[in-house]
């Protein structure tokens, strides 16, 4: 049980087009879901939180316009990745919680985000 | 702010051995958890083991262990009986019990390569 899906696994998108990565709780309701981005061979660094049905909230430094993320329902939160550029390339990986979990200790499987 | 320090960017060790990773921590906080997270080569993260600042007994899931110092701000991970398939990415991470608000620090990691 507690299976979060993350989709894409693996994106490639040209330098300022927009790209949506999808992160589903599949047998369980998230009502909190997190965002990390991973540079290669680097930690998880938390990137925002999302509370269904409320606007997320960021961390410092992470650009609210451009990583837009969306909480509609209790079993999924996007990220889309607004105008695109090369450093924004980087594994984003998603994780959820429930109600009575104490931390988000289900993830996604992650995407691989380049951009070119 | 909460900072997690792994001391050991890369590490090794012959099947059937045992290893130990290390990690600190920097809270002034006294309730809080801490937990040690595996990233195979799959990128998937996975929960090893977790443990509550609040209880003196160290974690144990089968060959997996900690070593708990509170007052030192120490939590290490013992791997027993090391096999192949633990080879992967080991994160040390805290969290600081905030009523529904708690977030995940990482360290670094520890590249563990385990040998035949």
């Known amino acids: 049980g507690a299976v979060v899906s993350q989709h894409p696994s693996w994106v490639i998108c040209k330098s300022g087009t927009s790209v949506k990565i999808e992160c589903r709780s599949l047998?369980?309701?998230?009502?909190?879901m997190f965002w990390y981005r991973q540079f290669p061979k680097q930690s998880l660094m938390l990137m925002a939180t999302s509370n269904e049905g409320s606007k997320a909230t960021y961390e410092q430094g992470v650009e609210k316009d451009k990583f837009l993320i969306n909480h509609a329902s209790l079993t999924l939160s996007t990220l889309t990745v607004t105008s695109a550029h090369p450093e924004d390339s980087s594994f984003y990986i998603c994780?959820?919680?429930?109600?009575?979990?104490?931390?988000?200790?289900?993830f996604g499987n992650g995407t691989r985000l380049t951009v070119t | 702010a909460q900072t997690v320090t792994q001391s050991q960017p890369e590490m090794s060790v012959q099947e059937a051995e045992t290893v130990t990773l290390s990690c600190t921590y920097d809270?002034?906080?006294?309730?809080?958890?801490l937990f040690w997270y595996k990233q195979p080569p799959s990128r998937q993260m996975i929960l090893v083991i977790r443990?509550?600042?609040?209880?003196?007994q160290n974690a144990t899931e089968n060959r997996f262990s900690v070593n708990f110092q509170k007052a030192a701000k120490s939590f290490s991970l013992k791997i027993s009986d090391s096999q192949l398939g633990d080879t992967a990415m080991y994160f040390c991470?805290?969290?600081?019990?905030?009523?529904?608000?708690?977030?995940?620090?990482f360290g670094k990691g520890t590249k563990l390569t385990v040998n035949p």
């Open positions: 994780s959820a919680r429930t109600y009575s979990d104490i931390l988000p200790l289900h």
């Open positions: 809270t002034s906080e006294s309730n809080y958890y």
């Open positions: 991470a805290f969290a600081q019990i905030q009523g529904g608000s708690e977030k995940l620090v």
């Open positions: 047998d369980f309701q998230a009502t909190t």
């Open positions: 443990q509550e600042a609040y209880k003196q």
